[in-house]
């Protein structure tokens, strides 16, 4: 069982928009930032989102992120059969004093 | 060009030991803390440990806490992961990872499977 909630799968249609929910407490989201991951298929993880809405260079600006109170949400837009992927968010944990992932959800563009 | 392999990894025994290490190149590894992040077969990403650029603060997930040990050596810009008292659950593709503060991963390594096995 993670400390940070995620739905285990989300789907939608190409073109469409997607979003996908982190759940979390006052010990991690709460008081602290949500970065998100995309993993490919049989590849290492990749940072999509830090400091909550944040995007590195390279990654298009279809890919958003939000947070509000314990919860924090990755929204996709115009989506691709290429973001077919897993999906986690991330943060720290004030009271394990450690950090923490999602459970991950897997994208799937139908 | 930033890179970070790991290296290490193979199959183990219950109760048996394993030092990963993680080579890092293209940037001030001295610089930056530092992650092991781990994935069981078909499973989602676990938060292991970490260690601070300096190697002074180290974080240990309650799962491997007294067992794994988190050490770097910023002369050799290398990371490590000692593990002990190894257990099945500890089966897992174990990636390095790079810390922004105050904590996201920019970069990561390929992974090195660690299988533990009678």
């Known amino acids: 069982q993670s400390v940070l909630t995620q739905p285990p799968s989300v789907s939608a249609a190409p073109g469409q928009r997607v979003t996908i929910s982190c759940s979390g407490s006052s010990s991690n989201i709460g008081n602290n930032y949500v970065s998100w991951y995309q993993q490919l298929p049989g590849t290492a993880p990749k940072l999509l989102i830090y400091?909550?809405?944040k995007r590195p260079s390279g990654i298009p600006d279809r890919f958003s992120g939000s947070k509000s109170g314990t919860s924090a949400t990755l929204g996709i837009t115009g989506l691709q059969t290429g973001d077919e992927a897993d999906y986690y968010c991330a943060s720290w944990d004030n009271t394990l004093n450690a950090g923490v992932f999602g459970g991950g959800a897997k994208l799937t563009v139908l | 060009e930033v890179q970070l392999v790991e290296s290490g990894g193979g199959l183990v025994k219950p109760g048996g030991s394993l030092r990963l290490s993680c080579a890092v190149s293209g940037f001030i590894f001295s610089s930056y803390s530092m992650i092991w992040v781990r994935q069981a077969p078909g499973k989602g990403l676990e938060w292991v440990s970490s260690?601070?650029?300096?190697?002074?603060?180290?974080h240990y997930a309650d799962s491997v806490k007294g067992r794994f040990t988190i050490s770097r050596d910023n002369a050799k810009n290398s990371l490590y992961l000692s593990m002990n008292s190894l257990r099945a659950e500890d089966t897992a593709l174990y990636f390095c990872a790079r810390i922004v503060e105050p904590h996201h991963f920019d970069r990561w390594g390929q992974g090195t499977l660690v299988t533990v096995s009678s």
């Open positions: 260690i601070s650029n300096n190697g002074a603060n180290t």
């Open positions: 400091e909550n809405n």
